[in-house]
């Protein structure tokens, strides 16, 4: 029988951006003239429209036996933007990787970690903004020819031992290696100089950090260090046009150190020699919609998989890591472990004072606390501050003026209508404000139940802590920073520059300015208000409360001449709580001991391993009978008997603006059990998610999740 020739065209297989969780996999096959390579990116139509896409690779030819003897008409490949070369495989082999961990398609995670502006560039476009970009790096280049040598300080002894440590360690497969170092121990200059090693062999350098806010700071210490250098960065703060410049120079090649957040663990880097993740016990590390990757544990991934060094660094490492880290016969020995327990110039820790609240009520009476925010021997000590000159930071997390208002005669309170929350009273633009839905209202002039005027402020936020402050200690210049504060753009890098400045005596803050800026006259931090993480159904939360306020504490005394009477106040009404024990003598390890103790017992991470289901839906019962028809399915799957699976509950804040939010734990003792039960189960869910009795609005799996 005579088989027609099949037509002088290539059949690949293109990943394209699918909305989540549609039925195709977003791998597509297309017609193309030629057969470009996998990683090419390619413009193809989908739909009635065209998209990007990325060559997954060659798809096989159908198999003739199978279905009605009809093949499908595929579509041709609209063209492929060649000018840019192909991703690599371990690129692929990235994004491979990512979507199946966290049960994504690669093509959602694929497109969602390009610049969006290069996901709308057609080939011509793209060979003129590659030309545009030639011209602006050899501008570059030639300024960068006249930069003079910098100068870099002498190690300290114990980082030239974890140089010494770092440059022992043999090319090829290794351990990523976890540098334990205390605030102000230096850490950064280890970042600079296992940069330099690998910029000097030819390499690029990844640098992530937790928070946009962060990176200029650190931009400008790695420019100033590496003058002759391409240095870009990758977060969402950029626009749009720095975004695809920069990243550009990273997959080009050109640039040699690419700094960024958790999205830039991402970038395509042809040359990439090194992957730094400072702070890496941060929970911004986790993202926290679609594909909810941890940035860290892709690093980790990447790095074993391109045989690229990795350090991960922080004052208190994530639990995860510490175990890792830990000895081998408790189950670690996984990550090499390296550490710098001496602050450089030898400055001493802030001295950590304990505030007994009970002690203070019964001394000043219950009403002088709720008059005054903060103890008087804390007042005190904010008072010396302010005769010496130096600075102080008040900690405190609730912004706006107070959670909630009251009404005096009837009891009502500011409720969300929307949300099970309360409207958080705003004064300073005078509106009730609900930090989950947004909703804004003016504040009413009376009770809206009973017509009383006399409605209260509950409780305490940064603006009243800011008012309060102002009224103890008359002629300080206190300063706010918070989500409120920051607003508009720029300004928090104005109001940060303000207090480097000194023009701000006492900062009253969220953990937004705890994390990582270099306050040199700051010799007071004081968190007010740090016992709620200590009752949390979240069993992170102890965790979260020590680095945050580790954190803190090394804001004060960076300046070792200050070191000595810095020192780090907490007001609680739980003095002998293990966790202040802990803090008051800087002990992490033994912090962290405790912790993985009780996680073992009662089975917890890093003893296991979680995901958790969240279904919204209009209806509180729609959504939970959708988790629970999720249950009875995971039930029926081979290798259900090895996982775990929690009866689903409402979420900690059960409703959103109107949509019910519930959710399911599932727990197993290893990833690969868990990893083998999400595949088998998630195809499943899909179908379900559009059954009637279940018709949820919405539904996501989280894979590791970090709340809980
Ligand atoms: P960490 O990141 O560990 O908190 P940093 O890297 O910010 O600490 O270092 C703290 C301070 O010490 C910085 O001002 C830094 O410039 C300085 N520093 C670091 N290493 C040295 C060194 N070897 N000699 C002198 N100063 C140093
Ligand atoms: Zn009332
Ligand atoms: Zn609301």
């Keep these: 029988m005579d088989i027609p020739a099949p037509p002088a065209e290539h059949r690949l297989r293109v990943l394209v951006d699918l909305p989540r969780h549609s039925r195709l996999e977003a791998v597509l096959d297309y017609l193309a003239p030629e057969p470009w390579p996998a990683g090419t990116l390619v413009r193809v139509p989908l739909g009635k429209r065209e998209v990007c896409g990325i060559v997954w690779g060659l798809a096989e030819a159908p198999d003739p036996a199978e279905g009605d003897g009809e093949t499908p008409v595929l579509r041709s490949v ?7 070369p192909p991703f690599s495989h371990g690129w692929l082999r990235l994004v491979a990787f990512a979507a199946a961990y966290y049960q994504r398609s690669p093509g959602e995670v694929a497109l969602s970690a390009l610049p969006p502006d290069l996901r709308d560039l057609e080939a011509v476009q793209l060979a003129r903004r590659l030309k545009r970009l030639d011209k602006a790096l050899a501008a570059a280049t030639k300024a960068a020819a006249q930069a ?24 090829g497969p290794s351990p990523p290696s976890l540098l334990f170092g ?8 280890v970042y600079l ?47 749009p046009a720095q975004r695809l410049q920069h990243w550009l120079s990273a997959h080009l090649g050109r640039a040699d150190l690419v700094l960024g957040t958790r999205m830039a663990v991402f ?29 860290r544990d892709l690093a980790v991934w990447r790095g074993r998989h391109e045989q690229v060094p990795v350090l991960l660094g922080s004052a208190t490492p994530s639990l995860e890591s510490w175990y890792n880290a830990g000895p081998a016969e408790a189950g670690g020995g996984r990550y090499r472990r390296l550490v710098m327990p001496s602050r450089i110039g030898g400055g001493a820790l802030p001295a950590v004072r304990v505030v007994d609240l009970a002690r203070i009520a019964a001394q000043f009476g219950k009403q002088a606390l709720r008059a005054h925010p903060l103890a008087p021997p804390l007042l ?26 009251h009404c005096t005669s009837c009891g009502w309170k500011s409720a969300c209508p929307h949300c099970s929350a309360w409207r958080v009273f705003h004064k300073l633009d005078r509106t009730l404000r609900c930090h989950h839905c947004g909703i804004t209202e003016r504040v009413p002039r ?10 209260q402020p509950m409780g305490r936020g940064t603006e009243r802590l800011e008012e309060q402050l102002a009224d103890l200690l008359p002629g300080a210049r206190i300063g706010r920073i918070d989500a409120d504060s920051t607003r508009a753009k720029g ?59 580790m954190q803190a504490g090394g804001r004060a005394g960076r300046d070792a001449a200050l070191a000595g009477r810095s020192e780090v106040w907490i007001q609680t009404w739980h003095p002998e709580h293990a966790l202040y024990a802990a803090l008051r003598r800087h002990d992490y390890e033994a912090f962290a001991a405790s912790q993985l103790a009780e996680r073992e017992s009662a089975g917890m991470p890093p003893f296991s391993f979680q995901a958790l289901l969240r279904a919204d839906a209009r209806t509180p019962e729609v959504a939970l009978a959708f988790l629970e028809a999720a249950a009875l399915r995971a039930q029926d799957l081979p290798g259900a008997s090895e996982v775990l699976i929690y009866p689903p509950v409402p979420a900690p804040i059960h409703r959103i603006a109107d949509v019910e939010r519930a959710q399911m734990l599932v727990e197993a003792s290893g990833r690969v059990a868990l990893q083998r039960l999400l595949a088998q189960w998630l195809p499943g869910l899909r179908a379900q998610a559009s059954e009637s009795t279940t018709r949820v609005l919405r539904w996501a799996l989280d894979v590791d999740p970090l709340s809980i």
Aim: with cysteine; charged share 25%; proline share 6%.
């Design 148 to 171: 003079v040598a910098p100068e870099r300080p002498a190690l300290s002894p114990e980082q030239q031992t974890v140089l010494d440590t770092l440059a022992s360690v043999p090319q």
């Design 267 to 295: 970038a395509s880097m042809p040359r990439l020699g090194l992957i730094v993740v400072d702070e890496e016990h941060d929970p911004s590390y986790k993202q926290q919609e679609g594909a909810r990757y941890s940035a």
């Design 78 to 84: 609209v063209q492929a933007l060649t000018d840019l």
């Design 182 to 189: 205390a605030t102000g121990s230096g850490k950064t200059e």
């Design 380 to 405: 005190d000590a904010l008072r010396e501050r302010l005769g010496r000159g130096e600075q102080s930071l008040v900690l405190l997390n609730r912004r706006g003026y107070a959670p909630v208002l």
């Design 193 to 239: 100089r296992e940069a330099e090693r690998v910029l000097a062999a030819g390499r690029q350098a990844l640098v992530l950090v937790p928070e946009i806010n962060l990176t200029p700071q650190l931009e400008a210490r790695f420019a100033a260090r590496f003058p002759d250098r391409c240095i870009v960065s990758l977060h969402s703060g950029l626009t």
């Design 491 to 549: 300004s928090l890098a104005e109001q940060l520059a303000s207090v480097h400045a000194g023009e701000v005596d006492v900062l009253v803050g969220t953990q937004m300015v705890a994390k990582g800026h270099d306050f040199r006259r700051m010799t007071l931090v004081a968190a007010v208000q740090a016992d709620a993480a200590l009752f949390s159904s979240d069993f992170r939360a102890p965790e979260r409360l020590f680095s945050l306020l």
């Design 446 to 455: 009376a009770c809206p139940d009973c017509g009383d005027p006399d409605i």
